[in-house]
C-alpha cells in the first residue's frame, strides 16, 4: 500500500524550530526549517544528521518556508551554506523580502551580543547566498516542483505573506499549515482554503485548547485603557517585538486616533522596523479587505499620527504612548523606557505578547512591585499600571477544526504546539470529526496509509459499447458507478482493461466455450416442422427477433433451438442452448418454451 | 465587417426608393411628411436585406453577422414578424453550425417577445417545441428550452400553452446534459401550473436537486424557489433536499440551497421536522435556523452574505436558538473563561467596580472536563459571533443588519445583543460603525442600559464622526436608563461631548430634551446638582446663553413636565430661563410647566387656547385677502395688506408659507399696477425710464419665487401663478421691443412657447383662462405673422386694460426654506489660507420642502461680488423624518486671490430653477434663494516666495 512518512525534526509535540519532513511518493520535502529560540547550542537547529551526513541535496527533493518567523526559517542559511544544501526552496514573495531582514537581525544579535563565534554561526554573506536559491511564489499558484511535486500556497493569515502549502505528488497530498488565523484582523484576512481533501493535513495547534472571545472585546479594551491614560496625563508604553504584531497594533492605535481626533503623540521607536514597513506597505495584496480597498487613497500603513521615536522624547513631559522593542522588556530600548517611567503611576506598560520566564516583562506581569538590575545596580518601583491584552495570531481550537472542515483531509496530523493539548484537540478531532490524528514527538516517524488509485486504460470501443446505449436515452445515471465487463491486464506497469476478445487475441489465447444445453419434452401431435413453426411465432411474438431457417434450428442471439423427434411421435424434444453469456436469455427461452401451452 | 453588410445591404435595398424619396422632397412641399414616410421605409428593407444575405450566406461566419446586425434592429423596423420568423427557422433547419442555430433561436424569441402578440407566441412555441423533439446538439436544445420559457412567460401563463411547454420539458429534466436539464429546470419553475397539491413535477425537481451537475443543481433549486415565488406551496419533503444542497461542494448551489430553507422554514414554521441523530422533534424554522446559521461560517463570501441577510427575516425563531446565536463558550488551556461582556455583567451585579488591578481579571476559572467541550460549531451556536467577526464588511454589515432586525423583536436578544452592536463601533470600516450606530438608535426604545453598557457607548461620544455621534445622541433620547447614577454619568459625559464639539449643540439638546421627557423620576434627585441651587446661598444666576447650561434646563424643564413635585425645587431664575427657552426653543420645551398657569398666563397676554388662535390667524389671512380683493382696493389699501401679511408671516409659523405666497402676489399686483400706470409706459414709444426695466426683473424673481419655492398650491391657484408669469413675460416683451436695445427674437419665441404650453395645458386641465390670457390668445390668433414687434403692439394694451386679478389662496401651502447652521455668522475671526489656494468651509444646513434636491445648489459670493454656484454631492444629503425635508452637510471649496484686508465670502442655499433651453435669463435670475446669505471671514495670505 502506498504510505505517506511524516518525521518532525522540530515542532513535533513542542513550539519552536518548526521543520517537518514529508516523503511521499518516494520524494522527500521538507516543510520550513526554523531555529529554536530558548536554546543557544546545537540543538536551536534541527538535526540534519538525521536527514544525511553531509551533503543533502540528494536525499531531498524541494525545501518550503511558510513565513519569516524565525522558528520557521531560521535555520535555513546553516542548512544551505553551512550543511549543504542547493536543492530548490520555496516561500512567498513576502516572506522572501523580509525574512533576510529579520535573519540579519538575528544573526546580529547572536554573533555580536552574546557573543557567538563567528565560525560556528552563519554570515550575512550566506544569508545572502541562500535568499539567492529561494523560488518565490504566489497565492494559488501551481507550481512544478520537478515532473512529479506540485505545489499551491493558500493565504495563511498569521503574518503578512503567511502561506499554507497543498504539495501533491502523485495521487497523493499534503496540506502543511505553517501557522495560521482564522479570525480576520486590521491588517491581514483570515485563512482559506478550499476543498482539495488531502490525504493529510499537517496543522499548527498552538492554541489547542483555548477558545478565544471576539477580537472586538479585546481590541475595545486596549483602546479604552490607552485612552484613559493618556487622557489623565499619562504615559503608555507598548513593548513589541518589530514585525508582524507591532503593525497590528499601529493600525489599531491610528485609526483610533484618527477616530477620535485625539492629538496626543504616538511613537514608534525605528530599527528593522522602517525596512519592513516599506515591504508592508508594498505587498498590499497581501493584506485584508479594509487595506486593499482603501490603499488607493492611503495606504495604511503610511502612518498619520505615529511618528519615529527619539531617545530624548523619553523625558518630554504630557502624555505620549510608545512602541518600542524588544516585546519581553529583557534588554534594549523598551527597558529603558520602563526604567525611566515605571515609578509614576499615571503610566502604564501593555504587554501584547507572551513572555519567557526570567525576562523584567515576566516579572512585571506576574504583579512584582519592585524590580532589580544588575550594572549598575538599582531597583525600581513598579507604580504604573500593568495589562496584559493577548494579540496573538494563531487559531484558536475552534479555528483549527474550522479549517480541517473547510480542506475535508483524509488524516490530520498536529504539530507547533505542546503535547498534553494536542492530545485534546487529537480526542476532539477523532471524536467528532471521525479522521484519524496524529501527533508524532521529535524525530518519530508516523506512516500514514493511503487509499491507493489504479488508473487502467480502457479501449474506446468497450467504453462505448458498455456507457453508449444508457448516455443515448439521456440519463443522470452516466456518471454514476456502474459495472463493466471486460479483462484486466497487468503487463510490465501498464493496467489496462480490455474487451475478452481483444484481451484472447492479444494474449493468444482461444477461448473456451461453455454452453448449457436442456431439452424440454412437448406434448404436440403433428409434423416436427409444424412445432418448429409454431415454437417460433411464439417466441416471435415475445422477443421478436428471430431468425429461422428452413428446416434449421431457431437462432435467438446465441442461444439455438432444435426440435428433434419424427412426425410420428407425439412428444417432441426441444434442445435448448445457449452461451454462458446469454444465460439470462437463455432461461428465459427456457422457460417460455415449458410453459407455451398455458 | 458588420458595417460593411450594412452597407451593402442599405445599397441593394433602398437605393431606389431613397432616390424617389429625395426626387419627392424636391417636388413636394412638406418636407416632414417625406421624411417620415423614407424613415420608416428604410428599415423594413433593411431587416429584408440582412435577410437574404443570412439565406444566401456561404459560411457560419457570415451568417452569424446577419444574424447579429438582425438582432440589433429596433422591434419597430421588423414589420412582418411572422413571416421572418418562419424565414429564420428555415435556416435554422438548413444550417448545421451550432452557434448559428442558437443565435437564430435567441432571435426568434426576441422578435416574438417585441412585437408581442399572442398569435405569433402560440405559433413559435409550436414550431419550436417541434424543433426541440427532433433536435440532438445539447447547446440547441438548451437554447429552445430557454427561447420557450421566456415565451411561456410572455403569454401570461395561458394555460394551453404552458402544458404543452412543461410537458416539452419535463422528460428533459432528466437529461445528460446540463445545458437542457438546468433550462428545462428554469422553464418548468417559470411555467409549471400553480396548483395547490403537490405534484409529481415538484417531486422531479426535488430529484434534479441531487443531480450530477452543480448547474443542473442550482437550476432545480432556483426553479422551485421561482415556483415558490409564483405561489405554489413546496411540500415537506423538498426540505431534505434543500438541507441537503446546503453540504454541497458549489456555493452557488449551496446559496440557493439556502434561500430554499429559508423560504420553507417561513411558510411552515411550526411544523415539526426530526432531529438528526436523535429521536426528538424541533420546529421546522427553528431547524432551519440552525442550518443557516451554520452557513455563516462557509468557505465562500456569498453564502455568509446570503445566510446573514436571510437570518434577520427568520422572525419567527424561538428565543431559545436566537440566544445562541450570540454565545460563545471560551476556555483557556482547557478552563472555562468569561468572556469580557461577561465579566462587566458581573462586575455591575457586584455592585463594586474594579479593584484598578485588571492582570489575571480574566483569569481562567474551573477546569472543564474534555468530553463536555464541542469544538465543531453546530446549529445556532455564536452565529452571530462569527458573523460580525467576519473579514469582509458585506458579511459584517449584512450580520449587523439582520442582527438589528430581530433585536426589534426579542426585547431580551436586544438587551444581549446591545454589547456586541457597540463593538461594532470599533469596526474599521466607516459604513459598518455607522449601521451600528443605526441599528443601535433602532433598538433604543427596547432596552434599559445597565451602567457598565453605558459606560462602554458613552466612550463612543469621543468620535470625531458627527454622524456617529448625533445617531448615539438619537439612541441615548429614546432609551431607558436604569438607575440615577446611569442618568449622571450619561449627563457628564454629554456635556463634556459638548465642550469638545461645540457644533453638536442642537443634537445634543434635543438628546436632553428627550432623556428628560423619558425619566422625570431619575432626574428629580439630580436637580439641586445640575442647577447649583444651595439651599442657603444665592449662587449667581447663571448665563443663558450658555449652550450647556440650556442642555441642563431643557433636561429638567421636560421632566418637569412629568413631574410635578419638581416645581417646587427651582428657583425663580430657572422659571425665568424657561419662558425665555419657550420663546427662544419653541419645540423644545413644553408648552407650560406644571403649577405655572398663573405665572405663564401673566406673561403671555393671549389666554385663548392655541387651537383658536390658530383660527383666529386663518380667519385673519382670509380677510386680509378679502380686502385685496374688493374691486376699489387701490394703491395704498394694496401696500397695507401686504405689511399685514408680512406682520402676520412673522407671527405664525404654521401660516407663514400662506401669508408670504398672497403677500409676494400682492406685491407682483402692486408693480405690474406700477408700471402699467407709468406715464411713459402710457406714452407707448420708447421704453421709458430705467425704473421700468428695474420693475420689470423685480417681477421676475418675485414670479419666479410664486412658481418654485412654493409646493402645495392648488390647480386654480397654480393657473394664477402662471398666467401672472405670462404676464410678466409679456411685459418684458412689450419693454424690450420698445427699448430697441436687442433683439427680442428670443424672448418673442419663449413667449409663444410659455402661451402655447400654457394654454394647451389650461384647456387640458379644464381650467378657465382669465381674461389677460383669454384676449392674448385672440390677440394672438388675430396676427397673420408672428413676429416681436407685433405681438408687443397687441399686448401693450391688454396689459394696460386689463389688471392683475386678485389672489384667491386656499390650500395649505409650504416653502421651501433652509437653515444654515454651520458656518455661522463669523466676521471676527477670518480663516486663514494661502491665496489660490483652496479652504474648505464645513456647511450644515436643513432644507425643509424642497421637492427636487438636485435643483440645490450652494451660491458663494466673495468680496469682488464673484460669484460661484458648487453642486452639492447626492450623497451630501440625508433625507430627515419629516417629507421632502433633508439635512445638506457637506463642505463648500473657497478658494481667493490675495486680498488686501479680510475679505467676506457670502453663502447661501438657492434653488437653481433654470428652464433647459432658455435663453431669456441670465444665469443669475434664474436662481431662488432660499435663506439669508451667511458671511465668513477669510483672509487669503500671500504665497510666501521663499517657500517655493
Given at each position: 500500500m502506498p504510505e505517506i512518512k511524516v518525521t518532525p525534526l522540530g515542532a513535533g509535540q513542542d513550539v519552536g524550530r518548526s521543520c517537518i519532513l514529508v516523503s511521499i511518493g518516494g520524494k522527500n520535502i521538507m516543510l520550513d526549517c526554523g531555529m529554536h529560540m530558548g536554546y543557544n547550542d546545537e540543538r536551536r537547529f534541527p538535526d540534519f544528521s538525521y536527514i544525511a551526513d553531509g551533503s543533502l541535496t540528494e536525499h531531498l527533493d524541494c525545501v518550503i518556508i511558510s513565513h519569516f518567523h524565525l522558528d520557521h526559517c531560521g535555520a535555513l542559511p546553516f542548512m544551505t551554506e553551512m550543511v549543504g544544501y542547493s536543492g530548490p526552496i520555496y516561500m512567498t514573495y513576502p516572506t522572501k523580502a523580509i525574512a533576510p531582514i529579520l535573519l540579519e537581525d538575528m544573526r546580529k544579535v547572536a554573533v555580536e551580543r552574546k557573543g557567538e563565534s563567528s565560525t560556528s554561526f552563519f554570515t550575512s554573506q550566506m544569508v545572502k547566498e541562500c535568499m539567492k536559491k529561494v523560488t518565490a511564489v504566489n497565492l494559488h499558484q501551481t507550481v512544478q516542483v520537478d515532473s512529479e511535486i506540485e505545489i499551491k500556497a493558500y493565504y495563511a493569515g498569521h503574518v503578512l505573506g503567511a502561506a499554507m502549502f497543498h504539495v501533491r505528488v502523485g495521487d497523493q497530498s499534503v496540506v502543511y499549515t505553517g501557522d495560521y488565523n482564522m479570525t480576520p484582523d486590521r491588517h491581514l484576512g483570515a485563512a482559506w482554503i478550499d476543498k482539495c481533501c488531502p490525504d493529510l493535513l499537517i496543522t499548527e495547534s498552538t492554541y489547542a485548547t483555548t477558545i478565544r472571545d471576539s477580537k472586538r472585546c479585546r481590541e475595545r479594551d486596549i483602546l479604552k485603557k490607552v485612552h484613559e491614560c493618556v487622557e489623565r496625563g499619562g504615559k503608555v508604553l507598548i513593548p513589541v517585538f518589530a514585525l508582524g504584531r507591532a503593525q497590528e497594533l499601529c493600525i489599531l492605535l491610528e485609526s483610533y486616533w484618527e477616530r477620535t481626533n485625539l492629538k496626543v503623540p504616538v511613537y514608534f521607536s525605528l530599527g528593522l522596523t522602517e525596512k519592513a514597513n516599506n515591504y508592508y506597505k508594498m505587498f498590499i495584496t497581501w493584506t485584508n479587505q479594509k487595506i486593499k480597498k482603501t490603499f488607493v487613497e492611503r495606504n495604511m500603513f503610511e502612518f498619520k499620527h505615529i511618528k519615529p521615536f527619539d531617545k530624548s522624547y523619553m523625558e518630554n513631559p504630557g502624555p505620549m504612548v510608545v512602541f518600542a522593542s524588544p516585546g519581553m522588556l529583557h534588554a534594549g530600548l523598551s527597558l529603558n523606557i520602563f526604567k525611566r517611567w515605571a515609578p509614576d503611576e499615571k503610566n502604564m506598560l501593555i504587554m501584547p505578547g507572551y513572555c519567557v520566564v526570567g525576562t523584567v516583562g515576566h516579572k512585571v506581569l506576574n504583579g512584582a512591585k519592585k524590580v532589580e538590575f544588575e550594572n549598575p545596580r538599582t531597583v525600581v518601583d513598579v507604580r504604573m499600571a500593568v495589562e496584559y491584552m493577548s494579540f496573538s495570531a494563531h487559531a484558536d481550537a475552534k479555528g483549527i477544526m474550522q479549517l480541517i472542515q473547510y480542506c475535508q483531509p483524509k488524516n490530520v496530523m498536529l504539530v507547533h504546539g505542546d503535547a498534553e493539548k494536542m492530545v485534546f484537540l487529537k480526542s476532539k478531532i477523532q471524536q467528532e470529526l471521525s479522521l484519524d490524528c496524529f501527533n508524532p514527538a521529535n524525530g518519530e516517524t508516523c506512516t500514514i496509509v493511503t487509499k491507493p488509485t489504479i488508473a487502467a486504460d480502457v479501449s474506446l470501443s468497450l467504453l462505448k459499447r458498455d456507457l453508449q446505449p444508457v448516455a443515448e436515452i439521456g440519463d443522470?445515471?452516466?456518471?454514476?458507478?456502474?459495472?463493466?465487463?471486460?479483462?484486466?491486464?497487468?503487463?510490465?506497469?501498464?493496467?489496462?482493461?480490455?474487451?475478452?476478445?481483444?484481451?484472447?487475441?492479444?494474449?493468444?489465447?482461444?477461448?473456451?466455450?461453455?454452453?448449457?444445453?436442456?431439452?424440454v419434452t412437448l406434448e404436440d401431435p403433428g409434423p416436427v416442422s409444424r412445432t418448429i413453426d409454431k415454437l417460433h411465432t411464439h417466441l416471435q411474438k415475445r422477443l421478436g427477433i428471430t431468425q429461422h431457417l428452413g428446416d434449421g434450428p431457431i437462432n435467438i442471439g446465441s442461444v439455438l433451438l432444435q426440435v428433434s423427434g419424427s412426425d410420428q411421435e407425439d412428444l417432441k424434444e426441444a434442445i435448448v442452448s445457449w452461451t454462458y453469456q446469454d444465460d439470462a436469455l437463455g432461461s428465459y427461452i427456457l422457460n417460455s418454451i415449458k410453459n407455451i401451452d398455458r | 465587417m458588420a458595417a460593411v453588410l450594412k452597407k451593402r445591404a442599405l445599397a441593394e435595398y433602398s437605393h431606389s426608393q431613397t432616390v424617389t424619396a429625395d426626387q419627392e422632397s424636391a417636388a413636394g412641399p412638406s418636407v416632414k411628411k417625406v421624411r417620415l414616410t423614407r424613415r420608416s421605409e428604410q428599415p423594413s428593407t433593411q431587416a429584408e436585406g440582412y435577410l437574404q444575405i443570412l439565406q444566401r450566406a456561404k459560411t457560419s461566419r457570415e451568417s452569424l453577422q446577419a444574424l447579429t446586425s438582425l438582432a440589433e434592429?429596433?422591434?419597430?423596423?421588423?414589420?412582418?414578424?411572422?413571416?421572418?420568423?418562419?424565414?429564420?427557422?428555415?435556416?435554422?433547419?438548413?444550417?448545421?453550425?451550432?452557434?448559428?442555430?442558437?443565435?437564430?433561436?435567441?432571435?426568434?424569441?426576441?422578435?416574438?417577445?417585441?412585437?408581442?402578440?399572442?398569435?405569433?407566441?402560440?405559433?413559435?412555441?409550436?414550431?419550436?417545441?417541434?424543433?426541440?423533439?427532433?433536435?440532438?446538439?445539447?447547446?440547441?436544445?438548451?437554447?429552445?428550452?430557454s427561447a420557450l420559457s421566456e415565451l411561456g412567460a410572455l403569454s401570461g401563463g395561458e394555460a394551453r400553452l404552458s402544458a404543452r411547454l412543461v410537458a416539452a420539458a419535463r422528460p428533459r429534466l432528466s437529461h445528460a446534459s446540463h445545458q437542457v436539464a438546468a433550462r428545462a429546470a428554469a422553464l418548468l419553475g417559470r411555467l409549471l401550473p400553480v396548483s395547490p397539491q403537490p405534484t409529481d413535477d415538484l417531486t422531479q425537481l426535488g430529484e434534479a436537486t441531487r443531480a450530477q451537475d452543480p448547474r443542473v443543481r442550482c437550476a432545480a433549486l432556483q426553479a422551485l424557489l421561482t415556483l415558490h415565488g409564483r405561489g405554489l406551496s413546496l411540500g415537506g419533503p423538498l426540505y431534505a433536499d434543500a438541507v441537503a444542497a446546503l453540504r454541497d461542494d458549489y456555493e452557488s448551489v449551496r446559496e440557493a440551497g439556502l434561500q430554499l430553507v429559508h423560504v420553507l422554514a417561513q411558510t411552515a414554521p411550526e411544523r415539526l421536522v426530526p432531529l438528526a441523530e436523535s429521536d426528538q422533534t424541533v420546529r421546522l424554522v427553528d431547524d432551519a435556523f440552525g442550518h443557516i446559521c451554520n452557513a455563516i461560517n462557509d468557505l465562500s463570501v456569498r453564502v455568509r452574505v446570503r445566510a446573514a441577510t436571510l437570518l434577520g427575516s427568520m422572525t419567527a425563531v424561538s428565543t431559545k436558538f436566537l440566544e445562541q446565536t450570540l454565545d460563545k463558550?471560551?476556555?483557556?488551556?482547557?478552563?472555562?473563561?468569561?468572556?469580557?461582556?461577561?465579566?462587566?455583567?458581573?462586575?455591575?451585579?457586584?455592585?463594586?467596580?474594579?479593584?484598578?488591578?485588571?492582570?489575571?481579571?480574566?483569569?481562567?476559572?474551573?477546569?472543564?472536563?474534555?468530553?463536555?467541550?464541542?469544538?465543531m460549531s453546530s446549529g445556532a451556536c455564536g452565529a452571530f459571533v462569527h458573523g460580525l467577526e467576519d473579514e469582509f464588511l458585506e458579511v459584517r454589515s449584512a450580520a449587523l443588519e439582520s442582527m438589528t432586525e430581530l433585536a426589534t423583536l426579542h426585547p431580551h436578544f436586544a438587551e444581549m445583543s446591545l454589547d456586541f452592536i457597540v463593538d461594532m463601533f470599533n469596526d474599521e470600516i466607516a459604513e459598518v460603525r455607522l449601521r451600528a450606530v443605526d441599528s443601535l438608535s433602532r433598538i433604543g426604545q427596547m432596552i434599559t442600559l445597565r451602567e457598565d453598557q453605558l459606560d462602554e457607548i458613552l466612550a463612543v461620544l469621543e468620535v470625531y464622526s458627527i454622524d456617529t455621534r448625533e445617531g448615539l445622541h438619537r439612541m441615548l433620547g429614546d432609551c431607558r436608563l436604569g438607575n440615577t447614577d446611569s442618568l449622571k454619568l450619561c449627563v457628564e459625559k454629554l456635556l463634556k461631548n459638548l465642550k469638545r464639539y461645540?457644533?453638536?449643540?442642537?443634537?445634543?439638546?434635543?438628546?436632553?430634551?428627550?432623556?428628560?421627557?423619558?425619566?422625570?423620576?431619575?432626574?428629580?434627585?439630580?436637580?439641586?446638582?445640575?442647577?447649583?441651587?444651595?439651599?442657603?446661598?444665592?449662587?449667581?444666576?447663571?448665563?443663558?446663553?450658555?449652550?450647556?447650561?440650556v442642555c441642563i434646563l431643557l433636561l429638567v424643564m421636560n421632566a418637569a413636565a412629568g413631574s410635578p413635585t419638581m416645581m417646587a425645587?427651582?428657583?425663580?431664575?430657572?422659571?425665568?430661563?424657561?419662558?425665555y427657552l419657550r420663546d427662544t426653543l419653541p419645540g423644545m420645551v413644553p408648552d407650560r410647566?406644571?403649577?405655572?398657569?398663573?405665572?405663564?398666563?401673566?406673561?403671555?397676554?393671549?389666554?385663548?387656547?392655541?387651537a383658536a388662535a390658530r383660527d383666529n390667524a386663518a380667519e385673519f389671512l382670509q380677510s386680509v385677502l378679502r380686502r385685496a380683493a374688493e374691486p376699489g382696493a387701490g394703491r395704498a389699501a394694496l401696500e397695507q395688506c401686504r405689511r399685514d401679511l408680512d406682520r402676520l408671516a412673522q407671527i405664525d409659523s404654521a401660516l407663514s408659507a400662506r401669508a408670504q405666497f398672497a403677500s409676494t402676489y400682492i406685491h407682483c399686483q402692486l408693480l405690474m399696477a406700477q408700471v402699467t400706470g407709468d406715464a411713459s409706459w402710457r406714452a407707448g414709444t420708447a421704453a421709458g425710464p430705467a425704473r421700468l426695466q428695474t420693475s420689470a426683473d423685480t417681477l421676475t424673481a418675485l414670479t419666479l419665487r410664486?412658481?418654485?419655492?412654493?409646493?402645495?398650491l392648488e390647480a386654480d391657484e397654480w393657473a394664477a401663478v402662471r398666467q401672472l408669469r405670462l404676464r410678466l413675460l409679456a411685459l418684458r416683451l412689450v419693454l424690450q421691443v420698445r427699448g430697441r436695445t436687442g433683439s427680442a427674437l428670443a424672448l418673442g419665441e419663449h413667449f409663444l412657447e410659455q402661451a402655447q404650453q400654457l394654454e394647451r395645458h389650461l384647456v387640458d386641465g379644464g381650467q378657465p383662462l382669465d381674461a389677460f390670457t383669454e384676449a392674448l390668445v385672440r390677440g394672438l390668433e388675430a396676427l397673420e405673422e408672428r413676429k416681436a414687434g407685433a405681438m408687443a403692439r397687441v399686448l401693450a394694451p391688454l396689459l394696460t386694460d386689463i389688471p392683475v386679478p386678485p389672489l384667491r389662496l386656499r390650500s395649505p401651502l409650504t416653502q421651501a426654506e433652509a437653515v444654515i447652521f454651520e458656518p455661522r455668522q463669523e466676521t471676527e475671526h477670518p480663516q486663514k489660507f494661502t491665496a489660490g489656494l483652496v479652504l474648505g468651509i464645513p456647511l450644515d444646513c436643513e432644507l425643509r420642502h424642497v421637492s427636487d434636491v438636485s435643483q440645490v445648489r450652494l451660491r458663494v459670493q466673495y468680496p469682488d461680488q464673484r460669484a460661484q454656484l458648487v453642486l452639492p454631492r447626492a450623497t451630501d444629503f440625508r433625507p430627515l423624518d419629516e417629507p421632502a425635508s433633508y439635512r445638506l452637510r457637506t463642505t463648500v471649496l473657497v478658494s481667493h486671490q490675495v486680498w488686501s484686508e479680510d475679505g467676506e465670502v457670502e453663502i447661501s442655499v438657492v434653488l437653481d430653477v433654470k428652464e433647459p433651453g432658455c435663453k431669456v435669463l441670465r444665469q443669475e435670475d434664474w436662481l431662488i434663494a432660499l435663506c439669508d446669505a451667511v458671511r465668513v471671514a477669510v483672509q487669503p495670505r500671500a504665497v510666501r516666495r521663499n517657500v517655493i
Open positions: 443522470l445515471r452516466v456518471k454514476r458507478r456502474k459495472l463493466m465487463h471486460g479483462v484486466l491486464i497487468v503487463k510490465g506497469n501498464k493496467v489496462r482493461v480490455l474487451d475478452s476478445d481483444a484481451a484472447c487475441a492479444e494474449l493468444g489465447v482461444t477461448r473456451h466455450e461453455i454452453r448449457f444445453t436442456s431439452t | 434592429l429596433s422591434p419597430a423596423q421588423v414589420e412582418d414578424v411572422g413571416g421572418v420568423v418562419r424565414r429564420l427557422l428555415e435556416v435554422f433547419s438548413r444550417d448545421q453550425e451550432t452557434a448559428v442555430r442558437c443565435a437564430v433561436l435567441r432571435l426568434v424569441q426576441q422578435l416574438v417577445s417585441a412585437a408581442g402578440e399572442r398569435a405569433h407566441l402560440a405559433s413559435a412555441a409550436d414550431e419550436l417545441t417541434a424543433l426541440l423533439e427532433r433536435e440532438t446538439s445539447s447547446s440547441v436544445a438548451g437554447q429552445c428550452l463558550k471560551l476556555m483557556s488551556n482547557m478552563r472555562r473563561k468569561r468572556s469580557g461582556h461577561e465579566r462587566l455583567r458581573t462586575l455591575v451585579v457586584r455592585g463594586e467596580w474594579s479593584s484598578g488591578k485588571k492582570w489575571g481579571d480574566d483569569a481562567p476559572k474551573e477546569q472543564l472536563q474534555a468530553d463536555t467541550v464541542s469544538l461645540p457644533q453638536d449643540k442642537r443634537s445634543l439638546w434635543r438628546c436632553f430634551q428627550r432623556m428628560g421627557a423619558a425619566h422625570p423620576d431619575l432626574v428629580l434627585p439630580l436637580v439641586p446638582s445640575l442647577l447649583h441651587i444651595h439651599p442657603y446661598f444665592q449662587l449667581p444666576e447663571q448665563d443663558v446663553q450658555d449652550p450647556a447650561y425645587l427651582l428657583d425663580d431664575n430657572t422659571r425665568r430661563h424657561f419662558l410647566l406644571p403649577g405655572q398657569a398663573a405665572a405663564a398666563a401673566a406673561a403671555a397676554p393671549s389666554p385663548s387656547t392655541p410664486l412658481q418654485h419655492r412654493f409646493s402645495g
